[in-house]
């Protein structure tokens, strides 16, 4: 009997050394890597180790949101981010109504903070969330210029202000550092300090718990082209518990991952089913105090990204590009009444689609090596991970967040 299961026991190990073995193939097989200057680039090739089967599932839990809910409460419109306390209560930034919600982890609503105006605790369209280690809540507030400091209750904490600066989505480091993204609809073209030096400043400014710029992180690409590179150098971060910043580029092929002290670790790069070339450069006018601004026209790949626990980093992206019937986007109106400057957003296309087969989940290691894609049915703009939870945010066609587990 003891040498029976000797022979089981060697038997079973040598079937999980092959395993070991044929995975490790796979997954060189699946990647080509580069050392560059000491930095890893990885260029994945395929559906990634995990083949045409992905080892992880969506197991769906909740639904909170939509465009047409009679609740009240979620009734969103053009909600921009999501972001859960130690608790599991979920706080949605619904943008358009100038409002947070907050709900519990099971989807009953606790309460409502905020409205529409300029004062503490008020509004202008807001464009992101991110909760700090404290459980307060730091609400980006582009038109008024500033980041907005809540606590869990709701009470304003404090206000960041930025007068001569342009406010993208603030994201919170352990350190209470301030790290903040280009801002998605740009008014201003050439920074100051690009005009004086002619170089490009960096993607991400980094910024101490005041606001007071220390640093920046990664490298804009130079396209020659003032519109053109401000649309190519586009980018979405997340940070992971260490602190270890993540960056997907929409009109890039490019994934990276950088130190907490802004290093380079890494770069990625995958097979697309489309090209990322630019078909149009755009272009834009001066008029006395105006513009006048036609986008520059690329396909788009990465839109979001996050990171889970054991440090995977999903990245949502396009499987193919939206149709004319699916594209939904935002129409901006700004000007002058009685000396104040009035903010107008209105969603723009079919908003009555619900399911596409143009999304899916692109999920790598911490290397940067592409395990597979996870097919999406619905429409996604956002994606977050806390715990084992993944939400997905549809911005504009449902106004829904979608709630999974990670299984």
Same mark, same amino acid.
């Given at each position: 009997?003891?040498?029976?299961?000797?022979?089981?026991?060697?038997?079973?190990?040598?079937?999980?050394?092959?395993?070991?073995?044929?995975?490790?193939?796979?997954?060189?097989?699946?990647?080509?890597?580069?050392?560059?200057?000491?930095?890893?680039?990885?260029?994945?090739?395929?559906?990634?180790?995990?083949?045409?089967?992905?080892?992880?599932?969506?197991?769906?839990?909740?639904?909170?949101?939509?465009?047409?809910?009679?609740?009240?409460?979620?009734?969103?419109?053009?909600?921009?981010?999501?972001a859960v306390d130690k608790a599991g209560n979920i706080y949605v930034l619904d943008s358009g109504n100038n409002r947070l919600?907050?709900?519990?982890?099971?989807?009953?609503?606790?309460?409502?903070?905020?409205r529409f105006g300029q004062g503490p605790g008020e509004f202008i369209y807001p464009s992101w969330l991110a909760i700090d280690s404290s459980e307060n809540l730091y609400v980006s507030d582009p038109h008024n210029q500033r980041l907005e400091v809540l606590g869990s209750d709701g009470k304003s904490l404090r206000t960041i202000k930025f007068a001569d600066l342009e406010i993208g989505n603030f994201f919170v480091a352990s350190n209470g550092n301030l790290l903040?993204?280009?801002?998605?609809?740009?008014?201003?073209?050439?920074?100051?300090?690009?005009e004086k030096t002619g170089q490009l400043s960096g993607l991400i400014k980094v910024m101490d718990p005041d606001g007071k710029l220390i640093g920046t992180i990664g490298q804009k690409l130079d396209m020659k082209n003032e519109l053109l590179s401000n649309?190519?150098?586009?980018?979405?971060?997340?940070?992971?518990?260490?602190?270890?910043?993540y960056l997907v580029f929409p009109y890039q092929n490019r994934i990276e991952k950088?130190?907490?002290?802004?290093?380079?670790?890494?770069?990625?790069?995958?097979?697309?089913?489309?090209?990322?070339?630019?078909?149009?450069?755009?272009?834009?006018?001066?008029?006395?105090?105006?513009?006048?601004?036609?986008?520059?026209?690329?396909?788009?790949?990465?839109?979001?990204?996050?990171?889970?626990?054991q440090g995977r980093v999903w990245v949502l992206t396009l499987a193919r590009q939206l149709k004319k019937e699916e594209q939904a986007g935002i129409?901006?109106? $700004? +000007?002058?009444? *009685?000396?104040?400057?009035?903010?107008? &957003? #209105?969603? $723009? +296309?079919?908003? *009555?689609?619900?399911?596409?087969?143009? &999304? #899916?989940?692109e999920v790598f290691d911490g290397e940067g090596v592409l395990l597979g894609e996870i097919p999406l049915d619905i429409f996604v703009d956002h994606i977050f991970i806390y715990g084992d939870r993944l939400f997905l945010l549809d911005k504009l066609h449902g106004a829904t967040v979608h709630i999974f587990r990670i299984m």
């Open positions: 009997m003891k040498a029976l299961r000797a022979l089981l026991a060697i038997t079973a190990g040598l079937i999980l050394a092959m395993g070991f073995m044929f995975n490790n193939a796979r997954q060189l097989a699946a990647q080509k890597v580069e050392d560059i200057n000491g930095m890893r680039v990885v260029h994945n090739q395929g559906k990634g180790v995990w083949g045409k089967k992905p080892a992880l599932k969506l197991e769906p839990l909740l639904k909170l949101g939509d465009l047409d809910s009679p609740d009240e409460h979620t009734a969103f419109y053009m909600p921009a981010a999501v919600q907050k709900f519990s982890a099971d989807g009953k609503f606790l309460a409502s903070f905020g903040m993204e280009p801002p998605e609809i740009s008014f201003r073209f050439a920074a100051e300090e690009e649309t190519v150098n586009s980018v979405f971060m997340t940070l992971d518990k260490d602190n270890h910043v950088y130190s907490a002290e802004g290093q380079l670790i890494w770069r990625a790069d995958r097979e697309l089913p489309y090209s990322l070339e630019v078909q149009d450069k755009g272009s834009f006018e001066r008029r006395g105090n105006g513009i006048s601004i036609r986008q520059p026209k690329i396909n788009r790949s990465s839109l979001s990204v996050a990171v889970d626990g129409g901006v109106s $700004i +000007g002058i009444v *009685d000396g104040k400057q009035q903010v107008g &957003y #209105k969603v $723009i +296309g079919d908003t *009555d689609l619900r399911k596409t087969d143009a &999304y #899916k989940l």
